[in-house]
Structure formats: C-alpha cells, structure tokens
C-alpha cells in the first residue's frame, strides 16, 4: 500500500468535533488506498496550560522536566483520535513518540530528530492496521527520557515520519488554505500558490511566513519529502492548499512567487568605526558568541580610515547586541563614536527561484518602491531572494507595490 | 539512607499550591535522613476530564487506547511535582511508569503489577537523588503498550513500591486523617485508630470504608509494608494518622475495632425452590458466570422438599442476577415459584481480630441490635467480622448502636 502522512495542528484537533472532522478526512485517504501515519499536535490551548504550570512552579525549570509534562498533551489527543477512527471502522492505534520510537538528542526542548525505526509501525500496516496515530512534537532522548522537539516541533514529526516511513506525501492540515504570494491581510489581490518550491518556501517560511516551520521545511528538501498545506476546515480536492516540492516538479516557475515581510527586524549602526582589516570579524564575533543572530551587514565607503557598519538583528536581541557590543568597545578590540538601534523598521523580501535565470528582478524591485516613495536603508540578496529594509510605517506600501510590480494577482 | 514512599491522592495535588504543600512534607522527610519515593495521582478533576472525552468518543472503547489517554495525567504531576522539589533544593526526578518500568500484566483498564525492578532508581538514589517521583496508577504492559491499574490504583502502585524498593513505610495522604472506628458523619462519637491490623483493614476496606483501596491492602499485607494513613492538610507528627500493620505490632487488641457499613447491597430471595443435592451449585453457577458478586447465602428449613434461598449481591448487578436466573428457570435447570428482590436493604459489620480469641461477640451484637428494634435479616460471619442484613432505615441507628455496644469511643 502507498503510504500518506497527515499532520493535525492544534487549532485542527481543538476539541472532540474537530477531532471526529480531521479522523473524517483520514478515512477518506483510507478509503482511497492509503497506509495513513498521522501526527497530531496537543488540543489547542493544552500544551500553554501544562507550560505555564511549569513556569509557575519553576521559572528556570529541568528542561527534562518540562519535556515530560509538556509531551503528555499530544499523548492525549493521540489516544482519542485513534479511538475515534476506531469507532468510524478504521483500523487505528496510537504510539507515543518513545514507542515508536522517535530516538533524538539529548537538547531536552529543542531535540532534534536523529532516526525513526520504521519497523514497529510497518509491522502492524502488514497485519492489517490502517492507520498509526502519532503524537507528535515529541521523542526519546539517548537516556531514555522524554523529549519535546520546540515550537512547531509537530511538523518536524510529521516530514520526518514521512522519509522514515517513505510516504507518497506529507499533508500539513492547518488553519490556513495554503501558501500565499503575500499576506492577503495585507494586500488583498494575494492569491494562494498551487505549487512552491523548497527553496522558495524555506525563504518565505524563515522571513516571516509563518505556515510552516523552518525546520521541517529544511528537513523536507534534504529527503524530497512532498509536502502538502492545506487547511482542516475545507474539503479536499486535487486543487486544494500548496504543494512544497522539489523544483523539477514546478512546470513554470515565475519569477518571483511570492512577498514576505517581517516586523521582528531592528537595524543596528555602528558610527564612525576605526577601519582596518579584521574589523568585520572584531564586531560580528562577540555578536555571534552573545548569540546574536545577525542578518544582513552593509559598511560604508571608509573616509579618512574610518566606517560605519550597519546591520539588522532581531528586534528582541537589541539589548543583548549592545552590550555584546559595548564589552567589545570596552575591551579595546573595536573602537566606534556610537551604536545607534532603530527598531522602527521592517525587512520586505522578494523571493522566486526565477531569479537564478533572470536578470533586473532586483532594480525593478528597486523602482517599484522608488516610484511610492519608499526609502531603501539596508539591501540584501541570495540566489532567489531579495531583501530591503524600510521604515516600518511604509511595509503595507511596500508588500502591495511589490506584488504589484511582478504581477503576483496572476500567480497560481 | 533508609527509604520511605509516599503517595498523594488528586486532592492533595490538586493545584500548584496543594502540590507546593506535599512537596513540603516530602522535603521533611528528606531532611530527616530518608531516601523517598513519592507516588502522585492525577491533580482532582483532570482523570474525569479524560474519561470523559474517551466516553464521549468512543463508549465501547478500546482499553488500550483509554489507557493511553487517561495515565496522562499522572505524568503531569509527576513532572511538576519533581520541579517544585527542585526549587526548594531538593534533588528530584520524576519517571512515568514504563520509564522504571513498572511491569504490569496485559489486562488493560485494571492490569496487576508484575514486576518493579528496582535498579534504575537505586541507581540514582546511589548517585545522590533524593526524591524519585513516580507516576501512580499506570504501568507497562508486555506488548509494550501504557496499562493502568483501575480506580484506586495509585495506592496500589505506592505499596507494590515499598515492597520492591525495601522502604520503611508507605505513607498515603489523603483528604482523611486517618481510618475511624466507623464513619464520623454517622457516628459522632467515632475516633481515629492508632493502629489497625491488615486483616481488619482489609474487611473494613471491602466492607465499604473508603479510605484504601483493597488491592493495596492485601498486597502490603502480603508484602508486609507497614501503611501509613494520614491527612496532607494536616501538620504531620508521630501520632499522625493511622498505621496498617501486622498484629504483632498491635499491643492490645480491641475485640471490636471498628463498624462498617454499605448501602449498595441488594437482598434477593428464590422462593420455593425444589430442595435437591447440588441445587447451590445449580444456583450460584449461573450467577457467578454472569459476574455477579454474591456476598451472603442463607437457605431455609427445607419444608415438602421445598425451601428459600436468600443472597445479597450489589445493587447494581440485581437485574443482571435477575436475568441469569430466569434463563437458568428456563432451562430447566433451577426451579423456583417467585424472586423476590429488595433493594431497600443495608448491610452492617463489627470487625476487630480480638474476636478471634473472644467468645460472644455475634450475642453480643445481636443483643444490641435487638435492643433498638432492628430486625436482622440475613447473618454472615468470618473469623474476624459479623455482618448483618438490616432495613435500610436502620443503618445509622444500627450503626451507633454497635458503637456503643462495644465501646468504641474509648478507642485509640
């Protein structure tokens, strides 16, 4: 039998209705001549309950700890979905992610994934068994305690199992119908994409797209892992949500597919810095030892030996930068007249893997924004993206003129 | 280190303030030299909550996935309660039941402990952990699936403990200070026992004081774990709640340690049943195939090769005794003129191992009994209890009655 997983997120499996709706959609892929693995995360709410008794109790908590309170949501909502089916007539149990088992790090929080023995589970498809529910989010550490995977951890479940168990396709069912050219809450003409490649969905998912999380997007390309987004609270049809695939599979692709923006970006000036080699590697070090995630870097033409190096960071990490910074200045190994933060910013990025065989993709960014009066203050570019900072009040301005400048209302 | 169990019932883990409190109690422990085992149930609501959701999903559910669902909630506490222990300095972990592993048979819903071998925890014991935190009520069956033990089933798992892991004692807080000579809400002249034989607990136990479950009464008495009963809400000190003990540590034993009573036992009466060798077993066959319960029997004179039988069973098996006697009339295999089922009985019990050694203490209850007026229906006994059969609007007349008869208030 060809093999499908379907992943439930939270919203999708809220309460008992819901549950009986998603156990629905997983009949009909039964029916249709599937093996089913479904993943599915904790009953919406659940796991912020069990995290903020953990908080309460211990606010620099045994991270094991937490791991052990915070999985048994998804065991739950495992347990009921299988009996669920069961009652519908399809053959079901559930595994807790030990059982299978889902053997990852040791990093209790933020484990990752290092191997799932499809074994136990083929077993029971071969005796008969049409269906295994999954909780997800969760694992086995090498010391034989429970792990969780980190936010959005489900769908890293979910890629997962599908290359383990080589599924035909991974189905992410969630509150959205699809991958969108932009944020239709933001300019109304997007349209959601039929199809979007790794690479492109990677891009859009780490700038601020949040559908899927970037890690099971990452995980997905590594094992050409078919990923399908699609909401639970539709029918399905061949047409319905996004399909995250392999380039080859994409029969047009358009230049640009999409607008991303993002809000959590603050930009970062390092005034009149001494210039002289090694400077970069003098600042961006200390940085990167605060664990401060830097984006891009821009440094000026150097006047009369000096610079100003400019460069963004998670607005949340402003204060860690500073002082990474500031110990840096105080230690002799930079030397700066002064660090100025603006956090009224926002990154908005152009992405399409169109690009690599198409020129100007980035001056006709340029002018669209030009021609609304938008002001570009630090420029970044990949393979397939473009990216600019701009001031904040003018990101709805600039997502719209974008879109409209590569024509993304035509997309499909 | 000396090693102690200790096991908090759902009220007194009900929140994070109660599990704040029990944590206190444990850390007093630890700083009086012991090594401890804390068995946790549920916080008091949350195992309803689950069986709830499993009902309304699936009311001919599958055991296994039930078992799945519902221990889930045992490993809530038991993380948090490791995590409180830690904040107060405490070294603590918690493990859930597959994790010692709590070795169970496969009878999911109501499985048996097999097997706790005791290394894992040692271990850490040996390294310097103080507190081990153990779910209760769940275990692993041998197909490597979640079982629970059944309602009560965290006593269960904090004896079984003990006796694996060699403790001096197994405390059980609860909502209780302690067991009483009969129900105070009945009797307000009632006092709390000091010490209590297993023999006479267990009567009281399965004659309906709700204060242990059976199983782990029999099973420390089997074991020989001194169980201790006492109140979480309460200050604890050397005379604090009662001790479950063998008699031997029983100084002096009262002839009469306590009065039991249960409402849900039903009188049924055969009338005028053909009187022949093997008509019990013609009788009880039947009944125990159908799982009923019989608790009494009383035959008549036989009179014409005819007489009565009289039983008494739960309440809520009457119409289920009711059924398997009818097929079995039908059949031809019993034969009797009516059945006579009478609800609107109760059933009342004296209990205490000096009976053993005294003579007179049915005369004497009967006595009592008859000097109330309360008219005695049915008569059990067994070397150690006196159970009567009486008109349910006796039962607290009958109650205090034997109180006094054997001057209970005067216990200790």
């Known amino acids: 039998m060809p093999r499908l997983v379907m992943k439930f997120g939270g919203t999708s499996v809220a309460d008992l209705a819901r549950i009986a709706n998603a156990a629905r959609k997983v ?19 659940k796991t912020n309950e069990l995290v903020g008794w953990v908080d309460a109790v211990s606010p620099l908590y045994d991270a094991r700890e937490y791991d052990a309170v915070v999985s048994s949501g998804e065991n739950v909502t495992a347990g009921l979905m299988a009996l669920t089916l069961q009652e519908m007539g399809v053959p079901a149990r559930s595994w807790q992610g030990w059982q299978v088992p889902v053997k990852t790090t040791n990093a209790h929080g933020a484990a990752r994934i290092e191997d799932i023995p499809p074994d136990n589970i083929a077993a029971k498809f071969a005796e008969g068994m049409k269906v295994a529910v999954v909780a997800g989010f969760q694992g086995i550490g090498p010391d034989n305690r429970i792990t969780t995977l980190g936010r959005g951890g489900s769908d890293t479940t979910a890629v997962a199992f599908a290359a383990a168990m080589q599924a035909e396709r991974c189905d992410i069912y969630t509150d959205v119908d699809g991958v969108y050219t932009t944020d239709p809450r933001i300019e109304e003409k997007a349209r959601k994409l039929d199809r979007i490649s790794y690479e492109e969905m990677l891009e859009l998912a780490s700038l601020g797209a949040k559908v899927l999380q970037t890690r099971s997007v990452e995980l997905a390309m590594r094992y050409k892992v078919r990923l399908r987004v699609l909401s639970s609270f539709e029918d399905v049809t061949e047409t319905s949500g996004t399909l995250v695939c392999a380039e080859e599979e994409i029969m047009e692709s358009k230049v640009v597919s999409g607008v991303a923006y993002s809000r959590d970006e603050a930009k970062m000036t390092l005034v009149s810095v001494a210039d002289r080699p090694g400077i970069a590697a003098a600042i961006f070090t200390p940085l990167a030892e605060a664990g401060v995630n830097v984006d891009m870097i821009v440094q000026n033409i150097s006047e009369e030996g000096r610079t100003d190096m400019t460069f963004s960071c998670p607005t949340d990490q402003v204060t860690r930068a500073e002082k990474a910074l500031d110990e840096a200045k105080a230690k002799g190994t930079i030397n700066y007249h002064g660090l100025i933060a603006d956090k009224d910013v926002c990154k908005v990025s152009v992405v399409g893997i169109g690009m690599r065989s198409h020129a100007g993709v980035a001056a ?13 203050k630090v420029i970044t570019t990949s393979e397939i993206k473009v990216s600019v900072l701009v001031d904040r009040k003018y990101m709805e301005l600039a997502v719209q003129a974008l879109h409209d400048a590569f024509e993304l209302e035509n997309a499909a």
Do not use: H, K, P, W
Not at 39 to 45: D, F, K, N, Q, T
């Open 27 to 45: 009949q009909r892929e039964v029916e249709s001549g599937y093996d089913v693995i479904v993943i599915v995360s904790a009953m919406s709410g």
């Open 364 to 376: 006709r960014m340029f002018q669209a924004l030009a021609a609304e009066g938008v002001n570009i």
